[in-house]
């Protein structure tokens, strides 16, 4: 089966300037994570959609930070504006169900100058 | 306190040693127990699952779980180099739907 499919692989922006993030899960995956990952930690938490509806945003700054999952497929995750402190690895994943283990797309390195 | 803990490392063992990978976690509604493996500069894959009490083994990997203690681990059985990476622990909370990683434990494999 195909993977997790995110674009783009890296992008460098300047503070203050916005930025979006594709995914496009493994067919049939109802449930979708973004997940950004500092480097030297674990990956956090931004947002979890099961089909296309929102279970838990309670980690995303919602100041900043929106995504949709339109069509309870593909998903977008958007930045504006951006901060220093955004630079990260934005991670994609999905599950068929809510069982725990994930596939990660490839990811995008977000750096914020 | 972060919900799951690791060493971050680094954990450096010989080629054909057995390498131990800890994690704690402090969340009780965490009824499963994933282990990725991330290489540097890749997204993590997924390795190993354990839900019950007790020893999984699947080749070379043996995941123990240890609920009373809150206790996860990971031994790698005759390590190789390619198994230098960073292992994320990760806790599934079943009501809540959703992992929490640790920051990881990165091991080196020696020739």
């Known amino acids: 089966e195909a993977g997790v499919a995110q674009s783009p692989r890296y992008k460098i922006i300047e503070k203050r300037q916005s930025v979006a993030f594709w995914c496009n899960p493994i067919?049939?995956?109802?449930?979708l994570y973004w997940y950004q990952q500092i480097l030297g930690q674990g990956p956090k938490l931004l947002i979890q959609?099961?089909?296309?509806?929102?279970?838990?945003d309670s980690q995303l700054p919602k100041d900043r930070f929106s995504a949709e999952r339109l069509k309870g497929v593909d998903s977008t995750l958007k930045i504006q504006p951006a901060k220093l402190e955004d630079s990260a690895v934005y991670l994609c994943?999905?599950?068929?169900?809510?069982?725990?283990?994930?596939?990660f797309g490839s990811g995008t390195r977000l750096t914020v100058v | 306190q972060k919900e799951v803990e690791q060493n971050s490392g680094p954990l450096s063992v010989p080629e054909g040693a057995i390498a131990s990978l800890n994690c704690t976690y402090s969340d009780r509604g965490s009824q499963s127990f994933f282990w990725y493996r991330q290489y540097s500069g890749k997204s993590p894959e997924l390795i190993m699952f354990?839900?019950?009490?007790g020893d999984k083994e699947d080749g070379r990997f043996t995941a123990q779980l240890n609920k009373a203690s809150q206790y996860v681990s990971l031994l790698i059985r005759d390590s190789q180099p390619s198994d230098s990476a960073t292992y994320l622990c990760?806790?599934?909370?079943?009501?809540?739907?959703?992992?929490?990683f640790g920051d990881g434990t990165t091991l080196t494999v020696k020739p």
């Open positions: 959609f099961q089909n296309n509806g929102v279970v838990d």
């Open positions: 994943a999905s599950s068929f169900g809510q069982a725990g283990g994930y596939t």
């Open positions: 354990i839900y019950s009490n």
């Open positions: 990760a806790g599934f909370n079943t009501n809540a739907g959703k992992s929490t």
């Open positions: 067919s049939g995956h109802a449930t």
